[in-house]
């Protein structure tokens, strides 16, 4: 043991003075090609967005939670982005108003939406008791999870303005999931509760695109009843029936249906909704997770094959879309490591970042316009904020991509070198425009790349790429070797990262490389390299 943390201190100290540069060292390789002439194609500049679960609102006091000024602090930085609030609780949730509508003066609310950012803020007792409970509550709703026992909950209108207030002072964009298991005794949508949730949501002005259902296909199994995909399709041009005759809400957001990833009927499901609903929504929706969170292993995590199996998916549910509504704009609904709330040990740990990274890469690479990621807060271990609402390694890795990844997808593939032959599946790439919003110039490009393996790896570049400066932003553990893919801890280049305080992120500042024909892609690390020169046609 201690002989291995010992060959792991040599490699990192190796690593520290030559992973950006010409080090010989025992590094294996690959040659990277890229097309910088030509887009691919472009993702929504909220590509990467985030969930609030809404487990959350099971007991309503936890919806407080919203108001940390740590949590907004970071979700500020993960901005432009939508906020999804849905899940599984989403169709046992009935909205009950406290106030009383009155037809002459609207509802009687001395709180005006008005109200500051400032004013909704959490106070730091208040929150302290919040996140002790919040640990307790998790480990109950872990068990109503596994159960399959969903209790129905109700919620009033101080949840949503807790999520309202969330949104609009981080500017997030917020969807918010309606109940679709709320049915007639034909098996028809029944509206009525959405309608009163819509109509208080329109007389606050709230900004809000909606969703109707989450995970249709298994309705069976967590409330015996059956909806298929023409019903729900109706179901959806109902409801935007009743958003079109909203002032506020005619031309909003509406995305569905949020079916699982593909699998035995599911297809029909997608397509009989498609052929009803198709007219009603903006997007196409569905959710995909890699793996079993109660039987996921390390290795898993750190497979090119499971890696791969996302494509897979992509292809079919593309297909599937293609043949009934072509164009259709397609988004990851919902989506994460392991299904059954995460993994625990590993989706909350640094090694979760190689199926985020990877998911990012290949989504936006075969056609998604957006992923949203299952969860920013929320019960599982997949989330991108421990209990203590202090970001975890997948937090740091998400800003980082919101900063420098742009939205232009470009095409990138990379070779063995003429006797690494085995390299290849563990360094995988990607390549998109650097993100304008983050201050790079026009034509510089951002590379993508991560190595599932322990040896480092050199990357020789492209000629085009060689003349550039190279900005680095390289993440590992912040332990050696494979012990460190269970740490909850992050370096970038070699700097711990943490919060300055609950208000302040600390600089994220790559690390300057002169130009060369070559990087060296530490072991078990996640790198964006930005090409502030590379003048690529395709981002001018
Ligand atoms: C926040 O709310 C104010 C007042 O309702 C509104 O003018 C503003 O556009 C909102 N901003 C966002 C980002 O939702
Ligand atoms: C719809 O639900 C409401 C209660 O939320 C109920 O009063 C109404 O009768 C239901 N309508 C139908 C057609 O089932
Ligand atoms: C690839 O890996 C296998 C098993 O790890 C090994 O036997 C083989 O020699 C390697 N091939 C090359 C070209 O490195």
Known sequence: MLRTMLWAAVILVVCVRGCFNAAPGPAAGVQVRADLDRAAREVDPRFLSVAVDASLVAEEKFMYMLGSPKLRTLARALTPSYLRFGGTQQDFMVFNMEKVFTQSHGYDDPQKPEDSCEKMELPPLL???????????????????????????????????????????????????????????????????????IRYCESKQYRISWELGNEPNSYEKKAGIRVDGSQLGEDFVQLREILRKSKLYHDTGLYGPDISQPRDHRKDLLQGFLSTGSEAIDACTWHHYYVDGRTATLAEF???????????????????????????????????????????????????????????????????????????????????????????????????????????????????????????????????CANRNGGYSKGAVTLIAMNLGARPSRLSLPAELSLSTVEAFVLQSDQPG???????????????????????????????????????????????????EAQAAACL
Request: glycine fraction near 8%; proline fraction near 4%; hydrophobic fraction near 40%.
């Open 127 to 197: 929150e302290e008791r919040l996140k002790k409970q919040w640990t307790q509550q998790q480990v109950l709703l872990r068990k109503e999870d596994l159960q399959r026992k969903y209790r129905r909950v109700k919620f009033t209108e101080y949840s949503v303005d807790l999520l309202n207030s969330f949104a609009n002072c981080t500017e997030m964009d917020l969807i918010f999931g309606l109940n679709a298991l709320l049915r007639t005794s034909d098996n028809t949508w029944n509206s009525s509760n959405a309608r009163s949730l």
């Open 482 to 532: 494979e012990e460190g893919l269970y740490s909850r801890s992050v370096m970038l280049n070699g700097k711990l990262l943490q919060m300055l305080d609950d208000r302040t992120l600390p600089e994220l500042k790559g690390h300057i490389v002169p130009p060369a024909d070559h990087l060296i892609l530490p072991g078990f690390s996640l790198a964006f390299y930005v090409f502030t």
């Open 302 to 432: 750190i497979s090119p094959e499971v890696l791969d199996s996302l494509g897979a998916k992509i292809s079919e549910v593309l297909e599937s879309i293609r043949l009934v509504s072509p164009g259709m704009k397609t988004w990851l609904g919902e989506s994460s490591t392991a299904y059954g709330g995460g993994a625990d040990g590993l989706s909350n740990a640094f090694v979760a970042g190689f199926m985020w990274l990877d998911k990012l890469g290949l989504s936006a690479k075969m056609g998604l316009d957006i992923v949203i990621r299952q969860v920013l807060i929320g019960s599982g271990t997949y989330h991108l904020v421990d209990d203590n609402l202090d970001p975890l390694p997948d937090y740091w890795l998400s800003v980082l991509h919101k900063r420098v990844v742009g939205p232009v997808v470009l095409t990138v593939d990379i070779l063995p070198a003429p006797d690494h032959q085995n390299q290849t599946k563990k360094v995988r790439v990607y390549l998109h």
